[in-house]
């Protein structure tokens, strides 16, 4: 039996009536439960969302405002959110997000580096202006996630453009099944100081995990979709960057595992661990599984780490012709392990850009594929980049490992397999 349920949500003075579908719990399927040693989320108990999650907590979804609204219902029972079609977070445009009085011709007629200069952060009405409207959009595209939920994609259509799902501080989530289009800022900051040419920053990324543990990503793919860099204007010389990241696992979170997923037309892409100053936080934690991922036509941080014991094996690197910058950044105190993954890449990028050292931490590195044959990519990279030679042993062993393919095989096998609307 199918029961439709209507949950009230207030913006301001007015009241938005949601209508949210709630179906049979078995509708979500064991399937959506990590499975027995599949990384670091199945560690400690393992991960199973909301599995178990009766027919009052079991919703479908069609718009953006009934996924927030499932969401916020019922704070602490188990739920299963089944995502049907495309939800859109910004259906509206940019304009509706604008603070009165903010004009974005005035802001660059104030801030030009002819008359501002760059060598002090931007202050005053319009930027005042730009920072409300900006807080106005993050209100309207974050979606919080609570602990014991299960979202996942029905059909090959199901997806997300412009939200940005918060896992914040919570234990067992899963996420399956979706095509995640970067959220596109509509108020970008320019910094005058950021570089020796200013830099235009950006907020919001696809998904966060941040502080949260027991988090399951699964055959996902994110994207920028009808907006990629190549699309994006420039102002003051300089790319007006509307994108962050895709993926973000920070400060303190914990056992998770990111499988069969699709990076991809992106350019600071994965982020393990956000600062070298917080260590406090992030010592001992960040334990990351990346397996049976593509990333394709991706810039840099695939990942970046920073402290965690991060597991990257079976993973499938599509390099671009242009513009690449690295895969691996191996970050402060990190402990990264990168075995039996492979790597296309084009005529004119060498194997020792796979590797980026920022901090000096051991990596271990072996039995990765480059263009189907082994390379050793720590010696590569030593070789033809002695100003920052590597340390090889990361000091652990990945035991949480259900399948290991030969890296041969995997341009084939994920092509078939990753991303949202296929199975494993």
């Known amino acids: 039996m199918t029961v439709r349920r209507s949950l009230t949500l207030l913006t301001g003075c007015t009241a938005l009536v949601v209508a949210v579908t709630s179906t ?13 040693r599949d990384g670091w989320a199945s560690a400690d108990g393992g991960t199973t969302g909301g599995a178990g999650a009766d027919p ?19 704070a602490g029972a188990p739920r299963i959110i089944k995502v049907k079609g495309t939800l859109n977070a910004t259906a509206a445009g940019c304009a509706a997000f604008e603070a009165d009085g903010y004009d974005f011709d005035r802001y660059l007629a104030d801030y030009d580096p002819a008359v501002w200069g760059r060598d002090t952060p931007v202050s005053g009405a319009q930027e005042d202006l730009r920072a409300a409207s900006a807080t106005r959009q993050g209100a309207a595209i974050k979606a919080y996630v609570p602990a014991d939920t299960t979202i996942v994609g029905v059909g090959r259509n199901a997806g997300i453009v412009g939200g940005s799902l918060q896992i914040q501080g919570v234990d067992n989530v899963v996420v399956r099944g979706l095509t995640l289009e970067s959220p596109l800022d509509c108020f970008p900051q320019w910094d005058p100081t950021d570089g020796d040419r200013g830099a235009w920053n950006s907020e919001y990324d696809s998904m966060v995990v941040h502080g949260s543990t027991h988090v399951w990503v699964d055959h996902n793919t994110f994207t920028d979709g009808e907006h990629p ?4 204007p420039s102002y003051y ?9 895709e993926l973000d696992v920070v400060r303190g979170a914990d056992l998770v595992t ?3 997923n699709v990076f991809a037309d992106h350019d600071k892409t994965l982020m393990i661990g956000n600062s ?14 990346l397996h049976h991922n593509v990333f394709r036509d991706i810039v840099e941080r695939a990942p970046r780490v920073r402290f965690g014991q991060v597991d990257a094996y079976n993973n499938h690197y599509v390099v671009p012709a242009g513009g690449y910058q690295y895969s691996f950044g191996i970050g402060l105190e ?12 084009p005529d004119g990028v060498s194997a020792a850009k796979i590797l980026k050292k920022w901090k000096e931490a051991p990596v271990t590195a072996d039995g990765n594929y480059v263009n189907g044959k082994r390379v050793d990519l720590i010696a590569v990279h030593n ?16 035991s949480l490992r259900t399948r290991v393919d030969d890296p041969r095989g995997l341009p084939g096998l994920l092509a078939r397999h990753a991303g949202a609307g296929k199975r494993s």
Do not use: I
Not at 27 to 35: E, I, K, T
């Open 24 to 36: 049979p719990a078995s509708a979500a399927g064991a399937h959506d439960v990590l499975p027995p």
């Open 334 to 345: 990190s402990q990264l392990v990168a075995q039996k993954n492979a790597f296309t890449l």
């Open 383 to 398: 070789a033809e980049m002695p100003e920052e030679t590597l340390q090889s042993g990361a000091g652990w062993t990945p």
């Open 229 to 232: 860099d190549s699309s994006l």
């Open 237 to 245: 010389g300089e790319l007006y960057q509307q994108h962050d990241g």
């Open 56 to 74: 009052a907590h079991t919703y479908t979804v069609t718009t953006w405002e009934e996924l927030r609204a499932a969401l916020a219902d019922d």
């Open 276 to 289: 070298d100053s917080a260590g406090a936080t992030d010592r001992g934690k960040l334990r990351v599984t």
């Open 258 to 260: 990111a499988s069969w």
